[in-house]
């Protein structure tokens, strides 16, 4: 899909809120407690030192949340002093990605989502763990760490339905950063209800070719993924929604960096995903500056968290 005639809206340029948050003059008196949980990257890149913070700063300007951070050692490290206790929050919001835990740990966690955890799988913390069944279910779908056909079917949209994709490969892909049209699935769900039925999102990775076991998975949003840029030619899974025992579980595809992460789409739909897996219910309103289906709207103060654009790289790629 060759996207023509899109505009950037930048907003918040002087670091400080241009706008109303989502969720501001609804401040809980009881702040819901949150915990994002990082400490891996699968590699050089999704840099968590530089996205938790855009993260915590998302979350805590709704007013409505307290957010904790809970850093675990990377994989091969030594978690003989990472005891978190989950049950202090209503949520916690993956921003991990590393190939294994201690089986008490994934136990640990598994009780916690089971038993009514809500959790916030958030970009490549649907790579990790690719050989635990669990968590896979968690994320219904995921991608890399040679994952095949063993991790289940492809997802994808086509003709305007759902289908599973049992063809042998491998999972991942995607092309060069560029912005791509939102499209929502399911526009009544308690996280999209009142966003427009199509959105420009930022500059991100466009994930394609996710497998996994789909159990339990509802799809809110895709994205069609271009051929011409080294995608599958399919409408691609990017918001879901996901039910794991008594836990509630919002996926985002989305996010790949802080540029990313700064995006007023991406910022909405994680500030409103977390608040329904936490409560089941939704009570932000979407912002004056959500984007349109031509317009990319991304908050300046996010971006300038990233070093990167303080030095003056620029998020922004010209018209196709």
């Known amino acids: 899909m060759k996207l023509i005639g899109w505009m950037i809206l930048a907003v918040g340029l002087s670091g400080a809120l241009a706008f109303p948050c989502a969720g501001q003059g609804t401040f809980a008196a009881k702040p819901i407690q949150i915990a994002i949980l990082d400490g891996q990257s699968g590699g050089p890149y999704h840099n968590w030192r530089l996205t938790t913070p855009a993260l915590k700063k998302e979350l805590e300007e709704t ?5 904790s951070v809970l850093t675990a050692p990377p994989s091969d490290g030594d978690f003989s002093h990472f005891k978190p206790d989950f049950k202090r929050y209503r949520a916690i919001v993956m921003n ?3 190939p294994t835990w201690p089986a008490e740990l994934r136990a640990q966690f598994e009780r916690y989502v089971a038993g009514g955890g809500g959790l916030v799988i958030v970009h490549a913390a649907d790579n990790a763990f690719p050989d635990w069944p669990a968590y896979n279910e968690m994320t219904g779908i995921g991608g890399w760490r040679k994952r095949s056909e063993q991790a289940g079917p492809y997802w994808y949209y086509k ?9 042998p490969g491998p999972a991942g892909r995607h092309g060069a950063r560029l912005p791509f ?4 699935r399911q526009p009544q769900h308690p996280i999209l209800k009142g966003l427009p039925p199509v959105w420009m999102h930022a500059n991100d990775e466009l994930y394609g070719m996710l497998r996994g076991p789909g159990k339990n ?3 809110l949003a895709t994205a069609h993924s271009d051929p011409n840029n080294n995608g ?5 899974p990017m918001l879901m929604v996901l039910r794991y025992g008594k836990g509630r579980i919002f996926h985002t595809a989305l996010g790949h960096d802080v540029f990313a992460m700064s995006c007023v789409g991406f910022i909405t739909t994680f500030q409103r995903g977390t608040e329904w897996v936490a409560t089941g219910r939704v009570t932000q309103k ?3 500056t959500f984007p349109t289906a031509n317009t ?3 908050r300046a103060d996010i971006a300038q968290m990233d070093p990167a654009f303080l030095n003056g790289a620029s998020p922004v790629v010209p018209k196709r």
Do not use: N, R, W
């Open 63 to 67: 007013g409505i949340f307290a957010v």
């Open 96 to 98: 991990y990605d590393g």
């Open 159 to 167: 003709s305007g339905k759902l289908v599973s994709d049992a063809s």
């Open 181 to 184: 049209q939102i499209t929502a």
């Open 217 to 219: 998975m509802t799809i």
């Open 232 to 236: 599958t030619g399919h409408d691609e």
């Open 286 to 288: 979407p912002p004056a």
């Open 296 to 298: 990319v709207s991304y």
